[in-house]
T-cell receptor
Framework: QKEVEQDPGPLSVPEGAIVSLNCTYS??????FMWYRQYSRKGPELLMY????GNKEDGRFTAQVDKSSKYISLFIRDSQPSDSATYLC??????????????FGGGTRVLVKP | DAMVIQNPRYQVTQFGKPVTLSCSQT?????MYWYQQKSSQAPKLLFH???????NEADTPDNFQSRRPNTSFCFLDIRSPGLGDAAMYLC????????????????FGPGTRLTVT
């Protein structure tokens, strides 16, 4: 079983619709939760970052974390064709050793149609 | 602009022929990472450098090596590429402070797409 599960999609929505993405995880030691956006043939870029359970908003993006259910979500309101990309969830435990190791989900491909 | 640069963007190598991918950064971050990402899969951490300290993931094949001659540069060496090593290789950097659990962001480069023929 993978530590982080994410539906690969593709998820196709009309422009203006709400995009709903989610990940489940099995490692209760994960403390920080991130969403990355990755355009084709590009590196991932950080969209949202949350620590505690609850909601966090940033413009059209809302991230939700439910640690009790080991479930995180990302919502994109008023979706645009430029939102078409692969969205990766990532999680992190804080370990004493060096660095900030991320564990990624497999990504959900999103297509927003004009 | 400060950034993470990867060269080349596309690399074609022959089966068994050693290849080196490079990464440079202008962010002055002390941690540099190498990830392997195969098509439609999650990025998989191969190893990372915390300053000069090398940290290998347990399941990273011996075929993959890395060098970090200075803060700005890090190299990924694949000693004998196999067909299964064809992938996108992503370099990332972040700050980190020893002993402090501060979740600094990882900044990714654009990746090098490796093809093995």
């Amino acid at each position: 079983q993978k530590e982080v599960e994410q539906d690969p999609g593709p998820l196709s929505v009309p422009e203006g619709a709400i995009v709903s993405l989610n990940c489940t995880y099995s490692n209760s030691a994960f403390q920080y939760f991130m969403w990355y956006r990755q355009y084709s043939r590009k590196g991932p870029e950080l969209l949202m970052y949350t620590y505690s359970s609850g909601n966090k908003e940033d413009g059209r993006f809302t991230a939700q974390v439910d640690k009790s259910s080991k479930y995180i979500s990302l919502f994109i309101r008023d979706s645009q064709p430029s939102d078409s990309a692969t969205y990766l969830c990532a999680m992190r435990v804080m370990i004493k050793a060096a660095g900030n190791k991320l564990t990624f989900g497999g990504g959900t491909r999103v297509l927003v149609k004009p | 602009d400060a950034m993470v640069i990867q060269n080349p963007r596309y690399q074609v190598t022959q089966f068994g022929k050693p290849v080196t991918l490079s990464c440079s950064q202008t962010l002055n971050h002390n941690v540099m990472y190498w990830y392997q990402q195969k098509s439609s899969q999650a990025p998989k951490l191969l190893f990372h450098y915390y300053d000069k300290d090398f940290n290998n993931e347990a399941d990273t094949p011996d075929n993959f090596q890395s060098r970090r001659p200075n803060t700005s540069f890090c190299f990924l060496d694949i000693r004998s590429p196999g067909l299964g090593d064809a992938a996108m290789y992503l370099c990332a950097t972040s700050r980190a402070d020893r002993g402090l659990f501060i979740p600094y962001e990882q900044y990714f480069g654009p990746g090098t797409r490796l093809t093995v023929t």
